[in-house]
């Protein structure tokens, strides 16, 4: 064999090689991802990354129209609750669960949000509750659920903030 059909034949390889490496890499951070799933009737498709903020720390409690916000989490010690905690708050759980028992303390708030264990739960309850917000593993998004967009970007989009 030549040394020129050596070499193509390395590159050739290498190239295979680098594009299952990619294809890999992607199906593992689609299945990370966490998107926010709403009540099919919310008004709302965009969500602005420090309104979610907001919402999270119990400073808006609204949608518009006036329809109350719903929030419920995924199960303490999830990896979803600690991406969602860690990547939009810049918090840990300890912190987390002392905003909000401070909050109630303070009567700013009638109680902390509510958690479900299984995203099975999650899901039944965003679809059931007008002004739900919740998380759920992008891989596990019902086809007829409705996701927001967060800063412009869905899940599995470049930039997106919930990894």
């Given amino acids: 064999m030549t040394t020129t059909k050596k070499v193509c034949g390395l590159a050739g390889c ?5 594009a299952l490496l990619q294809h890999s890499h992607a199906t593992t951070s689609d299945a990370k991802e966490i998107a926010v799933v709403v009540n099919g ?7 602005p990354v420090p309104e979610l903020r907001r919402i999270l ?3 808006r409690r609204f949608w518009r129209g006036n329809v109350q916000i719903k929030l419920v989490l995924p199960a303490p010690g999830s990896r979803e609750r ?6 939009v708050l810049g918090m840990n759980p300890f912190e987390f669960g002392k905003h909000w028992r401070d909050k109630v303390f303070r009567g700013e708030a009638p109680d902390e949000p509510m958690s479900f264990p299984g995203e099975a739960g999650l ?5 059931e509750t007008p002004g739900a917000l919740t998380f759920i593993a992008r891989k596990n998004v019902d086809t007829d659920t409705k996701v927001l967009k967060l800063d412009g970007k869905t899940p599995g989009e470049l930039g997106y903030v919930l990894k």
């Fill in 123 to 127: 899901t039944r309850y965003a679809k």
């Fill in 41 to 47: 009737s919310n008004p709302v498709d965009d969500l």
């Fill in 82 to 87: 600690e991406r969602i905690l860690a990547d």
């Fill in 57 to 59: 720390l119990g400073e």
């Fill in 14 to 18: 290498a190239i295979i090689l680098l």
